[in-house]
Structures are given as C-alpha cells and as structure tokens.
C-alpha cells in the first residue's frame, strides 16, 4: 500500500527545444507556430510504503499464515513528455532597439513520455505509465515577450509563458496542470 495524498510534492525544472516560425501581419502583429519538445516532471516526497513478507507457520499441526510488514519511505516520480504544437499572436507594445511583447495563444500537446517511478534509497521501482493521461491535449498559453536587435536581421528574446494544460487528465475533477517556463533564443529575419 503506498500513501502519498498529503506529501510535499514539486515539480522540477525541466528544458524544451524546438523551432518557431512568425509571420508578421502588421508592424506590431505577428502569428507564429512550430514544434517544441517539452519534458515535465512531479515529485512527491516521503511517501510511505509497506512490503510485505508472508509465510506459514505450523504449531502443534496448525497452519497459520502470518504476514510481516515493514513500512518505508521513498519518493514518487512521475516523468511525462509532450510534443507541443502552439498558435500564438506576437503584440509589439514598444518596437525599438528594445522591444516589449505581449504573447497569447494555445498549444496542442501530444503525448510522447508517461513514466511513474518510486525511488527508495538506492533503489528505484518502475511502475510503468499513469493511465489518467490523455494523449492529446491542450494549454492555454499568455506571456511576455522582451527582445534586443542585434541588427536588422538578428535577435535575442527572453519570454516568460504561463502554459494551463486543459484535458491533460481523464477521471480527475481536482487536478489543474499548468507550468511556467522562460524561454529565450535568437531570431532571424528575412
């Protein structure tokens, strides 16, 4: 029996990659796409655990079962991995040297990693995938965007994106994902 509903729980930092195309509609309009690689991470902690050890013991021509168990504690860890297809309107609110943006939009997430482990000292326990995971679902994505031009043709972004998963569980009324990631990069223009 394993009980972890009132642990500590975290998520860890975790990196996405991918490509992103923009096409600018209007000096301060651009819609942009692409293709991210996003992994994910939950941990919970000090969750506690019993094994159990049975054998029969036999007095005087009786037969008892008799079970042993001894709890311990270890950490829960459940690794999920998307690929992450977002639609997002660019709004240039300052467009100089330095320029401040406001990003909105929405992402499709399909499902490329699912693994739930316990780990125990120095051993780790595989419990294969969470059945609660949607293959496809969606987040609404809202953030800021600041951009240095290096020149006319080159750019460095940093954006801070809020990202709330919508339908990423089934049979779960009181689980609401999100996750916030900065991301950043250099851009080209032609």
Do not use: C
């Not at 600041?146 to 569980?169: A, C, G, R």
């Amino acid at each position: 029996m394993i009980n972890w509903l009132s642990n500590e729980g975290r998520g860890d930092i975790s990196f996405s990659y991918g490509v992103a195309v923009a096409y600018k509609i209007s000096n301060r309009l651009s819609i942009r796409s692409g293709i991210n690689k996003v992994d994910l991470s939950y941990n919970t902690r000090d969750v506690s655990y019993g094994t159990a050890i049975s054998a029969m013991a036999v007095e005087n021509n009786d037969a008892r079962a008799v079970t042993l168990a001894s709890p311990v504690m270890g950490n829960i860890n459940q690794n999920l991995g998307f690929v992450e297809v977002p639609v997002e309107l660019k709004y240039g609110v300052i467009d100089k040297k330095f320029g401040l943006n406001i990003i909105g939009g929405a992402s499709t997430l399909f499902l490329s990693e699912n693994n739930v482990t316990l780990e125990a000292g120095a051993a780790t326990t595989s419990f294969g995938e969470a059945g609660n995971l949607n293959n496809v679902s969606y987040s609404a994505n809202m953030g800021v965007g600041l951009d240095y031009n290096i020149s006319s043709k080159f750019q460095i972004n940093v954006e801070p994106i809020f990202k709330y998963q919508i339908n990423t569980f089934n049979n779960t009324s009181d689980v609401k994902p999100y996750y916030f990631g900065v991301y950043s990069g250099l851009s080209f223009k032609f």
